[in-house]
């Protein structure tokens, strides 16, 4: 079999279409050239190499040779990954939303010669199905329409690219910035609490990791008891369902019901990574063992599977499934063959936590049943007549076992691309990982983040672009994303170590992030630098808000300017801060759930990063103690930093170094400050506990 020209590409996505009988084309000017040259519109199809459906229309269209034949013959065929060029991916989605009332993946777009959309959808099935026309029905139409009715299409495609460019432009969004939006946001959120399943919501249902911090950081504020319990019944709820791998740990994508029981099985990095921090958060909160557990079942499944322990980095993704007949089938369990993986005894307790019954949860196999926890380790023992410690045991080794039978099928495929956004998420979610848990585990995930920031320097930075968008492989040019979850780890990885190079590499970064990215007239940050080359296409300056699904990054940016701000003094990072919020003030009440993170964003700008200092020698007891109580409590922004009589005052950022002239390197204290105050030296950890609890104004005030 021949193949097409995607045989060479990066893109694990598009080189599984290399055999496809169709003429693909990268995105780039070379196929809007050839659009051009050969007076054809352009069919886009973006997708993911994790994608269900995108798998489905490569078997029943794209590898269809008679609808292959129709492409190639009328249209410049372009396949793209949206993982890989998410600024394609957001715009095309905008646009084909706005056509078909309806986005996601496989996203199928027509395009003028210029890139500019006038139709498009979704998957579409091969041939007229269940109300939906088929695809080489909607080919030779839109074939038909370019040759026969081409001005009424440019004039859609002018008035679409009219209106996605006026939608990016958020009019009236700007307003002046009132910390009264996190009211509101809170208020949205309590109102799409599911009370019985947790999450927010009906169906279906995905995890929204910055509403649940946002929960707890206001629950820490206020100490009004349903915000907790919301969080922790979503945190709960989540990790007892089919949505999170119960014998290998980490989260898929979503549930498609509201019960979090029956997930799309692909995993993403970037949902792990802040799904981590939540159940970290969660943990300092409630001391709960289970959000402690689920925490370390992702760390497990990631340092297993989703990562490069030798050489350092975080891998994107992992596929639902391990062929096109498959549909979660690596993932779930007939009766019969739990029964065959585990004695009759095991098998007599697995039953009864797993709910596994001869009719199960997923309907192209009904005797196939999703895993989830439906029955405590107590009731079962009460069922049974057994020692509740006994059926503990007997759960944790059975899952041992199942886990072991399960790694004997196919296994579905690990994209083991990189990306820098990705691995920033990661790189601080595994130093949080280090900070709050205790262990090997958590110096291991400690090093781990470190060695892949140190990659991501290496292999993905440069002092004149900052970040690219991927570790190794050709060059992709950085996003906003790229630069501001970049600034973000490598302040983490600083407050961790207080080397300096990774705050240098992280004011460097911001500062390009400000230069190249920022909006000098209407305030905030677009996704794309104002030097990059052109994208082709929708030329729409794109200004990403929404959490959807990592988070919003222009509020992420906010985020980064106020730690920066808050360690340099440097006024033009407050200001960048303030600008951002009032560029969005306007539209993130109404955005509710889906802008949790500016919310996020609006508590840390007003209430001010707190800094912990920690004096004393190295390995000295009341040091380490002050040091666990301090990483013990859940403050948004908190930072850490460990002072040694080996550490120069010179690694102290210029804000620190002003507010701790005299520090008693000798002795163990801690010193807390925010903003350009801090408290008088502490001694005793419970003491530290209680005032990182009220925070450096109620402390005052009390």
């Known amino acids: 079999m021949t193949e097409n020209s995607l045989k060479d590409s990066a893109s694990p996505y598009l080189r599984s279409a290399a055999h496809q009988p169709i003429d693909w084309c990268e995105w780039g000017e070379a196929a809007f050239a050839r659009a051009k040259n050969e007076d054809k519109p352009i069919l886009l199809d973006i997708g993911a190499v994790w994608c269900h459906w995108c798998h489905v229309i490569d078997r029943e269209s794209y590898e269809n040779p008679e609808i292959a034949r129709v492409i190639n013959e009328h249209f410049v065929p372009v396949k793209v990954d949206r993982d890989e060029r998410p600024d394609v991916d957001s715009r095309y989605q905008s646009a084909i939303s706005a056509i078909s009332g309806q986005g996601g993946w496989p996203l199928t777009g027509f395009?003028?010669?210029?890139?500019?959309?006038?139709?498009?959808?979704?998957?579409?099935?091969?041939?007229?199905?269940?109300?939906?026309?088929?695809?080489?029905?909607?080919?030779?139409?839109?074939?038909?329409?370019?040759?026969?009715?081409?001005?009424?299409?440019?004039?859609?495609?002018?008035?679409?690219?009219?209106?996605?460019?006026?939608?990016?432009?958020?009019?009236?969004?700007?307003?002046?910035?009132?910390?009264?939006?996190?009211?509101?946001?809170?208020?949205?959120?309590?109102?799409?609490?599911?009370?019985?399943?947790?999450?927010?919501?009906?169906?279906?249902?995905?995890?929204?990791?910055?509403?649940?911090?946002?929960?707890?950081?206001?629950?820490?504020?206020?100490?009004?008891?349903?915000l907790l319990a919301m969080a922790e019944t979503t945190l709960e709820k989540m990790a007892q369902g089919g949505a999170y791998d119960q014998l290998a740990g980490g989260f898929h994508r979503y549930s498609v019901d509201e019960r979090w029981l029956v997930p799309h099985f692909e995993k993403m990095s970037y949902d792990n990574s802040e799904l981590l921090k939540n159940y970290l958060h969660g943990w300092q909160v409630t001391k709960n063992p289970f959000l402690r557990d689920t925490a370390q079942g992702i760390i497990g499944w990631v340092n297993e599977l989703l990562s490069d322990q030798q050489g350092g980095g975080f891998y994107a993704s992992q596929d639902a499934d391990y062929s096109l007949d498959d549909d979660g089938d690596y993932f779930t369990w007939t009766l019969d063959e739990l029964r065959v993986a585990l004695s009759k005894e095991e098998a007599r307790i697995m039953e009864l936590y797993f709910d596994v019954e001869a009719h199960g949860e997923m309907h192209h196999n009904p005797a196939k049943n999703v895993l989830w926890i439906a029955r405590d380790a107590a009731e079962i023992a009460r069922t049974l007549g057994l020692e509740e410690s006994s059926v503990r045991?007997?759960?944790?080794s059975a899952k041992h076992k199942l886990l072991a039978a399960r790694l004997r099928r196919p296994t579905p495929f690990i994209d083991k691309t990189m990306y820098v956004s990705w691995n920033a998420m990661f790189a601080s979610a595994y130093l949080a990982a280090g900070r709050i848990l205790a262990g090997e585990l958590a110096s291991g995930c400690q090093a781990f983040a470190l060695k892949t920031l140190e990659r991501m320097l290496q292999e993905a930075w440069s002092e004149e672009q900052g970040f690219a968008h991927r570790i190794g492989g050709p060059a992709l040019r950085g996003s906003l994303d790229d630069q501001v979850f970049g600034v973000l780890a490598l302040l983490d990885a600083y407050d961790e170590t207080l080397n300096p190079k990774y705050f240098r590499a992280a004011q460097r970064t911001m500062d390009l992030t400000i230069e190249k990215y920022g909006d000098v007239e209407g305030d905030g940050f677009f996704d794309r630098a104002a030097d990059a080359p052109p994208m082709g296409g929708l030329e729409v300056r794109r200004k990403p808000f929404q959490d959807s699904p990592t988070p919003g990054t222009n509020s992420a940016a906010v985020m980064a300017l106020t730690r920066?701000?808050?360690?340099?003094?440097?006024?033009?990072?407050?200001?960048?801060?303030?600008?951002?919020?009032?560029?969005?003030?306007?539209?993130?009440?109404?955005?509710?759930?889906?802008?949790?993170?500016?919310?996020?964003?609006?508590?840390?700008?007003?209430?001010?990063?707190?800094?912990?200092?920690?004096t004393g020698p190295a390995g000295d007891a009341t040091a380490q103690k002050l040091e666990e109580a301090a990483n013990g409590v859940f403050r948004l922004g908190k930072a850490v930093l460990r002072f040694t009589p080996e550490s120069s005052l010179e690694n102290l950022p210029a804000a620190l170094r002003q507010t701790l002239p005299h520090l008693p390197k000798d002795k163990a204290v801690a010193v807390v400050c925010s903003g350009t105050s801090c408290l008088p030296p502490v001694g005793d950890p419970e003491e530290l506990k209680r005032v990182l609890e009220k925070g450096i104004a109620g402390t005052a005030a009390g």
């Open 111 to 226: 395009l003028m010669p210029d890139g500019k959309p006038f139709f498009g959808g979704t998957y579409f099935p091969p041939e007229d199905q269940q109300g939906r026309p088929g695809f080489r029905r909607v080919l030779l139409a839109v074939a038909d329409a370019y040759k026969n009715k081409r001005d009424d299409l440019m004039r859609t495609a002018e008035s679409l690219s009219e209106s996605v460019a006026k939608a990016e432009a958020f009019a009236g969004a700007r307003a002046e910035f009132n910390l009264a939006v996190v009211d509101a946001q809170i208020g949205a959120i309590t109102q799409l609490f599911d009370t019985r399943n947790g999450g927010f919501g009906t169906t279906p249902k995905f995890p929204h990791a910055s509403a649940v911090d946002l929960l707890l950081e206001r629950y820490r504020q206020t100490g009004e008891k349903h």
């Open 564 to 614: 920066m701000h808050a360690y340099t003094e440097d006024r033009r990072y407050y200001d960048w801060a303030n600008k951002t919020l009032e560029a969005f003030a306007g539209i993130a009440a109404q955005y509710g759930l889906f802008a949790a993170t500016y919310g996020l964003a609006a508590v840390l700008f007003s209430e001010h990063p707190t800094q912990v200092v920690i």
């Open 393 to 396: 045991l007997t759960i944790a």
